[in-house]
Nanobody, 116 residues
Framework: VQLVESGGGLVQPGGSLRLSCAASGFNLDSYSVGWYRQAPGKEREGVSC??????ATYYADSVKGRFTISRDGNMVHLQMNSLKPEETAVYYC????????????WGQGTLVTVSS
């Protein structure tokens, strides 16, 4: 059972990235999936999540209108637009049951750096 994030990298302010979370060993469709981030010296914060039941979504106020979470088979993507330097962080995906979900599985994270 494993979650693996990909898609991180260096992007200029105002740019876009698409993160992906891939599951192996279990069916991600059966789980609610969330994205979290942790910036240097800061606590981890929730960014977005999507329900397994009805596709309901949640976005932190700071990313509403700029980030979009979506499912694609056994993967979940996070499209991030208009990125800001303060959004530089390690981004993690997590999978769990219920809504709001209780996360059972976490990925290792992917680094997003927003800088000119």
């Amino acid at each position: 059972v494993q979650l693996v994030e990909s898609g991180g990298g260096l992007v200029q302010p105002g740019g876009s990235l698409r993160l992906s979370c891939a599951a192996s060993g279990f069916n991600l469709d059966s789980y609610s999936v969330g994205w979290y981030r942790q910036a240097p010296g800061k606590e981890r914060e929730g960014v977005s999540c999507v329900s397994s039941r009805d596709g309901a979504t949640y976005y932190a106020d700071s990313v509403k209108g700029r980030f979009t979470i979506s499912r694609d088979g056994n993967m979940v993507h996070l499209q991030m637009n208009s990125l800001k330097p303060e959004e530089t962080a390690v981004y993690y995906c997590a999978a769990g049951l219920g809504w709001p979900p209780r996360y059972d599985y976490w990925g290792q994270g992917t680094l997003v750096t927003v800088s000119s």
